[in-house]
């Protein structure tokens, strides 16, 4: 048996071929680390939450926690609640925090939220220096200057496309810390 393919037939395959290995080269691209999936899994992350881009991007790869070490934040929904959050695996142990989905993030503007669905935007926080919004009785009063001793991820809420407000999460070498920004 033989194939006769005509000019008009390899183009399209050509084209599809092209296509192809270009969606798979950006589904690499932007997917987990087989290594962060496999401790997700072995930790049985995977019972309770689901990994989702519900945003853009999906995931960040950064050193939260200053050892040298890149750690993995990405977006989660709570399997039961379907609320939203974000999940932060230490990559040199396997010690995660989850944000939201379902658990308490603290004081995210004025209650306590177990739920990001808030979330409009997200990127990795680089700056050691952050701006906190002070308030007294929901009245804005000024803002204090808080020194950042690691890469935080910064978190905003949209209004007519603009950030309005969020806050910024960064590892104390203890503990996670809010620093509330805008309104």
Not at 55 to 62: D, E, G, S
Request: aromatic share 14%; net charge positive.
């Amino acid at each position: 048996m033989s194939y006769n393919l005509t000019q008009s037939r390899v183009k399209p395959l050509f084209f599809f071929i092209l296509m192809a290995l270009s969606i798979g080269l950006y589904a690499q691209s932007t997917s987990i680390p087989i290594s962060f999936l496999n401790s997700f899994k072995h930790l049985k992350l995977d019972d309770k939450y689901e990994i989702n881009g519900y945003l853009k991007p999906a995931l960040f790869q950064a050193d939260f926690n200053g050892d040298g070490i890149k750690d993995i934040v990405f977006l989660v929904i709570e399997k039961k609640s379907h609320k939203k959050g974000i999940l932060i695996l230490f990559c040199n142990s396997n010690q995660y925090f989850v944000f939201g989905a379902g658990t308490k993030v603290g004081k995210v503007g004025f209650d306590d939220t177990d739920d990001l669905k808030w979330m409009g935007g997200w990127e990795v926080y680089k700056q050691s220096v952050a701006y906190e919004t002070k308030f007294d009785n929901g009245d804005i009063i000024g803002s204090i200057k808080r020194r950042l001793i690691n890469k935080g991820i910064s978190m905003w809420s949209l209004e007519d496309g603009e950030p309005l407000a969020g806050g910024i999460i960064y590892w104390s070498g203890k503990k996670w810390i809010w620093i509330h920004q805008g309104e």
